[in-house]
T-cell receptor
Framework: DQQVKQNSPSLSVQEGRISILNCDYT??????FLWYKKYPAEGPTFLIS?????DKNEDGRFTVFLNKSAKHLSLHIVPSQPGDSAVYFC????????????FGQGTILTVHP | DSGVTQTPKHLITATGQRVTLRCSPR?????VYWYQQSLDQGLQFLIQ???????AKGNILERFSAQQFPDLHSELNLSSLELGDSALYFC??????????????FGQGTRLTVV
């Protein structure tokens, strides 16, 4: 039972345009949501997070939107840069154990110059 | 560099053997987490330790065990290894065990190959 789903295995975007990565979850106990970025041969790197009491969080070029009723979150990257090319993981954790992350399968983002 | 150190980086061993993976958390972090990333399962949470005590458990096999020592480093022991245990094993650490400020910082992982 996959509780966090990233339905798009890959996304290709032109440099300067917007990248939108999507994530759906099924567990109502999830209270905190995060996005991680991963380059080959490296561990995941924390990017941005949002708690369930908010619907938007912004950090520079990165914005995460949360729609609790739809159990959906998205990561917007504007403008996209070639250095953003990586695997992006959505993750969620319950209020009772914030470190116990459930990850999605990841989306490979490729930003073309 | 996340500040989380994992050793060894690569490990090749035979079926039936036992291995120990080591993790040193970021300075000041009390929580250590272990994750397994295999090709077909993605990143799976295995277990969390907080200040030496087990805090949360995921889908960790009985053949696997972990501990966190007084100096806060952690070891993941994998025994009776099977081909399907081949995976990347990540350690992560965070400041606290609960609360909003618990973004986990990941090490570079140990790639285990069971032959």
């Amino acid at each position: 039972d996959q509780q966090v789903k990233q339905n798009s295995p890959s996304l290709s975007v032109q440099e300067g345009r917007i990248s939108i990565l999507n994530c759906d979850y099924t567990n109502s106990m999830f209270d905190y949501f995060l996005w991680y970025k991963k380059y080959p041969a490296e561990g995941p790197t924390f990017l941005i997070s949002i708690s369930s009491i908010k619907d938007k969080n912004e950090d520079g070029r990165f914005t995460v939107f949360l729609n609790k009723s739809a159990k959906h979150l998205s990561l917007h990257i504007v403008p996209s840069q070639p250095g953003d090319s990586a695997v992006y993981f959505c993750a969620a954790s319950p209020r009772t154990s914030y470190g116990k992350l459930t990850f999605g399968q990841g989306t490979i983002l490729t930003v073309h110059p | 560099d996340s500040g989380v150190t994992q050793t060894p980086k690569h490990l090749i061993t035979a079926t039936g053997q036992r291995v120990t993976l080591r993790c040193s958390p970021r300075s000041g972090d009390l929580s250590v987490y272990w994750y397994q990333q295999s090709l077909d399962q993605g990143l799976q949470f295995l277990i969390q330790y907080y200040n030496g005590e087990e805090r949360a458990k995921g889908n960790i096999l009985e053949r696997f065990s972990a501990q966190q020592f007084p100096d806060l480093h952690s070891e993941l022991n994998l025994s009776s290894l099977e081909l399907g245990d081949s995976a990347l094993y990540f350690c992560a650490s965070s400041v606290a065990g609960q609360g909003m400020d618990t973004e986990a910082f990941f090490g570079q992982g140990t790639r285990l190959t069971v032959v």
